[in-house]
């Protein structure tokens, strides 16, 4: 197999993988920080205990995450040793504060987790999550500065093979870093939303422990709101994205719709079946002038088609189908979300009930079609940038090492990543195996389940 074409896959499925833990990382200390405040500020039980056990089941994901972040950080060393002594000069700023914000997050959650007993005045200790949240979220912020110089390289001269005049500020907030974040961050909110929202359905459709459905039913609420308000956020950053893409990276823009001719009224194409050769597309959805509307709020914008693009710059148009399935999985979970609110406010006339095993059903799809989202989303940005490595400056083909064995690596970090796949899978689920939320509740917060006075919840 080619080395270019073997560094590409270990490189994506090592990103494949840790873009589950690093979408669990940016998004469930914002889940449990607002669990924590509903149940002071309602001085309910069961929200502080639903955030106590979803902080406890983090713990295990950071773990993995830290593993797969380290493998990524020798990964490009070790297999793309040229696109680091490039671009490495450039962009270690980021790098390094990704570190820096981590290890804050880590020394704020290790307190977190060992003193929800220890404030008399129980509001200092949620404030302990502000800088889990500020931490998890700036780490997303700064590999993401990163990511987007590859896309969009800024803050040096190149002249002669060398590079002059680096600024490490401007490289790091280049011209689609706020874009990106602003895109990365919400879908991380909104996909785990989702997640404990698919925990709440499957529980309620599933659960042995009925004492425990009061909880669920709490839990589910939560987690959709959450759930449609960053969904709403995240079309937004989609359209954030195709305007800036439009004049950007108008290549990337072209291969996502199959768009061909530079053209006023372009359509939005969805879904179908692409022949390369004769340019044509057969069974798709096409929005009409919805493209050129999206790339600059206008149908007679010109949105640039990919026949005006050189052959050996063009991304692969396979990404059209990534493209398909993030929107339709991004737009599933909106749909479910808002679903839930007009069933939950219409029962009175209708008698369809929030909670019907049908709508539950739903519910549970939505936190995999999330993360398959996700996923369809990572690969869409990173074929979409081929073939390119730093736009512009460096292809794939140049930064690759020369050294034999990515072979036998390959198949070794495969084995890996089934391992720690595996390993944390079953180790969250004898987690809470057998263990109702209720008894912790009761463990916790004693019989009253009041959040001052339960019991458990004196000081300690």
């Known amino acids: 197999m080619d080395e270019v074409l073997i560094g590409r896959v270990l490189t994506g499925m090592t990103l494949g993988f840790h873009i589950i833990f690093a979408t669990i990382g940016v998004g469930v200390p914002i889940v449990f920080m607002?669990?924590?405040?509903?149940?002071?500020?309602?001085?309910?039980?069961?929200?502080?205990?639903?955030?106590r056990r979803i902080a406890k089941g983090y713990t295990v994901t950071v773990a993995v995450g830290v593993v797969t972040g380290t493998i990524i950080g020798l990964q490009l060393s070790l297999i793309w040793p040229d696109f680091m002594r490039l671009g490495g000069q450039i962009i270690a700023l980021p790098l390094f504060m990704e570190t820096f914000a981590f290890f804050f997050e880590a020394i704020f959650l290790g307190i977190y987790l060992y003193t929800w007993d220890r404030f008399k005045n129980r509001w200092y200790h949620w404030l302990l999550n502000i800088p889990i949240v500020v931490g998890s979220t700036l780490s997303a912020v700064f590999i993401t500065t990163?990511?987007?110089f590859m896309n969009t390289p800024a803050g040096f001269d190149f002249e002669g093979g060398e590079l002059l005049n680096i600024d490490p500020l401007a490289a790091m907030f280049n011209p689609s870093s706020w874009v990106r974040v602003f895109h990365v961050v919400v879908t991380a909110y909104m996909t785990i939303a989702f997640l404990m929202g698919t925990i709440s359905a499957v529980k309620l459709l599933r659960s042995t422990h009925q004492q425990d459905k009061s909880y669920h039913k709490k839990g589910l609420k939560v987690m959709m709101s959450i759930g449609v308000i960053m969904a709403a956020l995240t079309i937004l950053a989609g359209d954030f994205s195709a305007k800036f893409l439009h004049e950007n990276q108008p290549e990337k823009l072209a291969a996502f719709e199959w768009h061909f001719e530079t053209e006023e009224r372009a359509d939005l194409v969805l879904f179908g079946i692409l022949d390369e050769e004769t340019q044509e597309v057969k069974y798709e959805l096409r929005i009409p002038w919805a493209l050129s509307f999206l790339a600059d709020n206008s149908f007679d914008t010109e949105v640039t088609g990919l026949n005006d693009i050189p052959e050996d710059e063009r991304p692969p148009l396979i990404i059209h189908y990534f493209f398909d399935l993030m929107v339709f999985f991004g737009m599933y979970g909106l749909g479910v979300a808002a679903v839930y609110f007009?069933?939950?406010f219409t029962k009175r006339w209708t008698k369809l009930n929030e909670h019907h095993p049908g709508l539950l059903y739903l519910y549970a799809l939505a936190g995999p079609l999330s993360f398959l989202a996700i996923e369809a989303g990572w690969f869409l940005a990173e074929m979409g940038r081929q073939p390119w490595i730093i736009r512009g400056y460096m292809r794939v083909s140049e930064a690759v090492t020369q050294a034999d064995g990515l072979g036998i690596t390959l198949i070794a970090f495969a084995v890996l990543y089934t391992v720690l796949g595996i390993t944390c899978i079953y180790v969250l689920l004898r987690m809470f195996k057998g263990q109702s939320a209720e008894a912790d509740q009761l463990k916790w917060y004693g019989e009253s389940g009041n959040v001052y006075k339960g019991e458990g919840g004196r000081l300690s």
Not at 44 to 51: E, I, K, N, S, V
Request: charged content about 20%.
């Open 34 to 51: 607002v669990l924590e405040f509903l149940g002071l500020r309602k001085n309910d039980a069961h929200y502080l205990t639903m955030a």
């Open 342 to 344: 007009i069933v939950k």
């Open 146 to 148: 990163v990511n987007s």
